[in-house]
């Protein structure tokens, strides 16, 4: 696993090479499998190949164009009836403050981070964009307003690997028992 974690880089330019699916399938598997807070498992993932769709999700993330030439996107959606029905037909965005939308959100990230992951791992390269509005991406997809995309990644077969970036050393990050 570390290999993956050392290796592993956003990748913003992909090789004009399909990705099996025997590949994507593993790559689901690993965010269905991600823990989640009361197992609520609060997250939906929308697999998009066609490029006309993944032109208007590029529009919609900021005009990142470059997500389009990736040959599949996922798309990390949040669910707040995972948490309760009560949420049903609430609009959730980036200024609400329910603390379950946290929660969900929270959750995803943990699936979305066992994806860039596991893309690494099948020899393939991904990046974590989340320049987007709900407001913005939402329409483009469907999806409904009770639901928080949390992530848009592109992933193919990397044309370059992009060098790594310094870190932050243990020391500068790591306290025992207290602050």
Known sequence: MIDSIQHRRSVREFLDQPVEDAKLNEILEAARLAP???NKQPWHFIVIKDQGMKNAVATATNNQLWIASAPVV????ADMLAR???FAGMVVDEETSIFDLKRIVRD???AVTHILLEVDHQGLG???CGAFTQRGIRPVLGIPEEKFV???IPIGYPA????GKTRKSLEEIVRYERW
Not at 74 to 77: E, L, N, P, S
Not at 160 to 163: A, L, T, V, W, Y
């Open 36 to 38: 989640s807070g009361n």
């Open 74 to 77: 996922i798309v990390a959606v």
């Open 84 to 86: 309760s029905e009560d």
């Open 108 to 110: 995803t990230a943990i």
């Open 126 to 128: 991904a990046c974590w």
């Open 150 to 152: 949390v992530a848009v």
């Open 160 to 163: 370059k690997q992009p060098q």
